[in-house]
């Protein structure tokens, strides 16, 4: 399954880089018919590869797939592993930029120049793993490291300078869409298939262009181009940014899920912690900038 944050591209979780619920079963006929385009296509009878695509098979003497040893499969524990690795990684080097880049009036430029730099490397290193056939875990873990470096300067900026208290409050709201959207998943009450998936990308990529239009607005126009990141509008961009990182969070628990069920390899819990992270990422930052212009007048 591909799905995304920032990143438009993630992959979902695999044998041999194939998609979990890929389906190439013969159909009436003997045609084969792929299913890359539908995660969640429903196992088909008589196929055993619909039902487990990480089984292997004797493709020598024909004999049908085995089920998955337990060694060296990817567990529920080892993506919590991953993912709280990566994640205190951020928080790490967040809070040393924080203490260690100061925004007061001397050095604000020094401090938001390295902040964004190092949000562009981070950005190449999520690209990078993004359209990687692997996992892998030090690009991971250098882009949470840069990526908690820009975090750090930004959080300080909006909370030294515009409200104080921001990047707590921003925090907390974070880790209550993160428990709300659990419980809902876990719950049932999110059903996270065809047409989820799909409403959830349409809706994002054209989010996401609709910033790309205001940068472009704001860089030849000046200003905030054409508003949607500022004043009553930015607030409800915000909100609306804030229920796409959530469904996220649902496309995240999805392949976490198929992957465990599936047997996907150890190592592609680093591409579960990836994702997390970058879902997290989108939502801690919209909710800064929420607060950012709700006390930006004040």
Request: proline share 4%; charged share 10%; glycine share 12%.
């Amino acid at each position: 399954m591909r799905s995304s944050n920032p990143v438009f591209s993630r992959r979902g979780f695999s044998r041999d880089n194939g998609y979990a619920g890929f389906n190439t079963a013969p159909q009436a006929g003997g045609a084969a018919v792929g299913t890359q385009g539908n995660p969640y296509a429903q196992p088909q009878a008589g196929n055993p590869y619909a039902q487990n695509p990480y089984a292997q098979q004797d493709l020598q003497h024909g004999a049908p797939p085995q089920a998955p040893v337990t060694t060296g499969r990817m567990t529920i524990d080892d993506v919590i592993l991953r993912t709280g690795t990566t994640l205190g990684i951020l928080v790490v080097t967040a809070a040393l930029a924080w203490a260690l880049l100061p925004v007061d009036d001397a050095n604000i430029s020094r401090s938001y120049g390295i902040g964004i730099g190092a949000a562009l490397i981070g950005m190449v290193l999520a690209f990078v793993q993004s359209f990687k056939r692997k996992a892998s875990p030090a690009l991971i873990v250098t882009y949470a490291a840069f990526e908690g470096v820009f975090l750090g300067v930004v959080s300080s900026i909006v909370d030294n300078r515009i409200a104080d208290g921001a990047a707590m409050q921003a925090v907390i709201g974070t880790l209550a869409v993160f428990a709300g959207v659990l419980v809902a998943y876990k719950a049932g009450w999110i059903r996270v298939n065809r047409r989820f998936v799909g409403f959830v990308m349409a809706a994002a990529l054209g989010f996401i262009l609709l910033m790309m239009v205001n940068l472009l607005f704001a860089v030849f126009g000046g200003g905030d181009g054409l508003g949607f990141r500022s004043g009553p509008l930015g607030v409800i961009f915000g909100v609306v940014g804030i229920l796409l990182g959530a469904c996220f969070l649902a496309l995240d628990f999805k392949q976490v899920e198929d992957g465990v069920a599936y047997g996907a390899p150890r190592e592609e819990a680093w591409l579960a912690a990836f994702g997390l992270t970058l879902t997290l990422v989108w939502i801690y930052m919209e909710f800064l900038r929420i607060i950012a212009i709700l006390n930006s007048s004040d």
